[in-house]
């Protein structure tokens, strides 16, 4: 006699298919907006210790008529 506990379950393996799917869509979501925070944040870093030299303005040049 076989074990009724050993046999496949197609609804279980649907449904966990499913779920497997939507925690790969949650985690890249939540690693990107971890990436995005983290480059802001190193962002302002350097902004605070290195701020950025004031950029030069450049001339407009007057047309020769």
Do not use: D, Y
């Not at 979501?29 to 902004?47: I, L």
């Amino acid at each position: 006699m076989t074990n009724p506990w050993t046999k496949k379950n197609p609804l279980m393996s649907m449904w966990l298919s499913g779920a497997n799917a939507w925690a790969g869509a949650a985690r890249s979501f939540w690693t990107a907006e971890a990436g995005r925070q983290q480059a802001t944040a190193t962002r302002q870093m350097m902004e605070l210790w290195a701020p950025p030299a004031a950029a030069k303005k450049k001339r407009a040049r007057r047309k020769a008529r």
